[in-house]
């Protein structure tokens, strides 16, 4: 096997553990989010917040898609981006 195919070998996800720490250790208020229902990109801290104790539900503001889930469970915490296409945060913020 050469160095080429050794290194395109996949990882478990542990090995990702530096970038998420990276991405996570962040304000993501400041991140942006693009909604998989129409497509609008806007910052984190410009979309609507429902919820309460238990978590909350993030919306777009232009069309209403639930883009984030978060829940506290007794099991841990509940992380759910099934409504975004993509999270970026700008080389500035990490």
Known sequence: MSLQQHDMLPLDGNAAGGLLRELFALDLTTA????????????IGAIRVYGGAM????????????????????????????????????????
């Open 32 to 43: 942006e989010i693009t909604c998989g229902g129409c497509g609008t990109a806007a910052p």
């Open 55 to 94: 978590g909350a539900i993030m919306r777009c503001a232009h069309c209403d898609t639930a883009v984030l889930r978060i829940a506290h469970t007794p099991a841990g915490l509940w992380f759910d981006m099934h409504g975004a296409r993509r999270l970026f945060v700008a080389a500035s913020e990490v």
